[in-house]
Nanobody
């Protein structure tokens, strides 16, 4: 079992930046691809980015490419999401998720149903 705790959300003006963190505990010696998703009020959960256990492979939603960067520190069991040039429409609850895999280079899926473990989410609010 893996426990995920997100932090770093908050209120930021449009054009600003935030860095989200996701700390993992529990069965962290297994391979997990890690993903970030978000959900705005009244909308479905949306894929943001994912990263392989190795950290060398990443995948992004098209609308986040160039603005968001996913990274990880295996020594700290933590995944990060650096968000720059934030827009009002980035306002959402951001969730991190873990997808168990036997492949340390697997970059992760954009489909939420493939993730087994989820954090409680952190609110990001971008003021226009």
């Amino acid at each position: 079992q893996v426990q995920l705790v997100e932090s770093g959300g908050g209120l930021v003006q449009a054009g600003g930046s935030l860095r989200l963190s996701c700390a993992a505990s529990g069965r962290t010696f297994s391979y997990y691809a890690m993903g970030w998703f978000r959900q705005a009020p009244g909308k479905e959960r949306e894929f943001v980015a994912a990263i392989s256990w190795s950290g060398g492979n990443t995948v992004y939603a098209n609308s986040m490419k160039g603005r968001f960067t996913i990274s990880k520190d295996n020594a700290k069991n933590t995944v990060y999401l650096q968000m720059n040039s934030l827009k009002f429409e980035d306002t959402a609850v951001y969730y991190c998720a873990a997808d168990p895999t036997s492949n340390r280079y697997y970059s992760g899926s954009p489909y939420s149903h493939e993730y087994e473990h989820w954090g409680q989410g952190t609110q990001v609010t971008v003021s226009s």
